[in-house]
C-alpha cells in the first residue's frame, strides 16, 4: 500500500513538499515516483527515482522545479516542489514499479494540489 500526503492549496510560486510512505511490502527495489493528472487530461508522468537512489528523471515541464528524493530505510519517497505554477494543479499518484516507471506497478490514493494565480 502507498499513502501519499502533502497536497493543499498554495500561490503560484510557492512550495509544496509531497511524502509518500509504502506499507505492507518492501519496496526499495524497485523504483519509485510521481505522476498527476489534471482536470480533463490523461495521467501523466512527473518525476522518478531508481531503487539505488542514483539516478531521477523528471517530465521536461517540471525540470528544475520539482526535486524527488527517497529513503529506502524508511520506505518514503518525497517530492519537493518549488516555484508551483497554476498549470501544476492536479492530483498526484505516488508509484512504484521497475525502473525507469514509464507505467507503475502499485499506486497510492493521490494527493490533490491546487495552485492559484
Known amino acids: 500500500q502507498l499513502q501519499a500526503s502533502g497536497g493543499g492549496l498554495v500561490q503560484a510560486g510557492g512550495s509544496l513538499r509531497l511524502s509518500c510512505a509504502a506499507s505492507?511490502?518492501?519496496?526499495?527495489?524497485?523504483?519509485m515516483g510521481w505522476f498527476r493528472q489534471a482536470p480533463g487530461k490523461e495521467r501523466e508522468f512527473v518525476a522518478a527515482i531508481n531503487w539505488r537512489e542514483t539516478v531521477t528523471r523528471y517530465a521536461d515541464s517540471v525540470q528544475g522545479r520539482l526535486t524527488i528524493s527517497r529513503d529506502n530505510a524508511r520506505n518514503t519517497v518525497d517530492l519537493q516542489m518549488n516555484n508551483l505554477k497554476p498549470e501544476d494543479t492536479a492530483i498526484y499518484y505516488c508509484?512504484?514499479?521497475?525502473?525507469?516507471?514509464?507505467?507503475?506497478?502499485?499506486w497510492g490514493q493521490g494527493t490533490l494540489v491546487t495552485v492559484s494565480s
Open positions: 508509484s512504484a514499479g521497475p525502473w525507469p516507471l514509464v507505467r507503475g506497478k502499485w
Open positions: 505492507g511490502r518492501t519496496i526499495s527495489s524497485y523504483a
